[in-house]
């Protein structure tokens, strides 16, 4: 990413992350995509609700760790798609959790936490 100069940056994996991936991206424009969350984007990539398989790792703020294993998993209110948890990295909600689309940065669909 300094290399290139880019501002933030995807890491994906086909497995899972260990905590010292999720503490090193913590804090920078690093989003983190597990395999089970790669599953799921790809899944409602065809418009078809994505399927609830892992709960999100919450302790991670602003990685996008899983998609949630709940019947209570939001969807989007704007192309109805699955939701992930975020935390917001700046702004005037910096620090505060909130709903992602999963289909970010196509969709900015976004719901209040609850």
Do not use: Y
Not at 15 to 33: Q, S
Not at 54 to 83: F, H, Q, W, Y
Request: proline share 5%.
């Amino acid at each position: 990413m300094a290399a290139q100069g880019a501002a933030g940056g995807f890491v994906v994996t086909a497995g899972e992350f260990t905590r010292e991936a999720h503490d090193f991206a913590l804090g920078r424009n690093i989003d983190l995509i597990d395999g089970k969350g790669l599953a799921a984007m790809l899944h409602g990539a065809d418009g078809a609700k994505a399927p609830s398989i892992a709960a999100v790792n919450a302790a991670s703020p602003g990685i996008v760790a899983r998609v949630p294993d709940t019947e209570s998993t939001p969807l989007c209110p704007k192309c109805g798609k699955a939701m992930v948890q975020r935390i917001a990295k700046q702004g005037a909600n910096a620090g505060n959790a909130f709903w992602g689309c999963i289909g970010f940065p196509q969709c900015r669909g976004v719901r209040a936490a609850s």
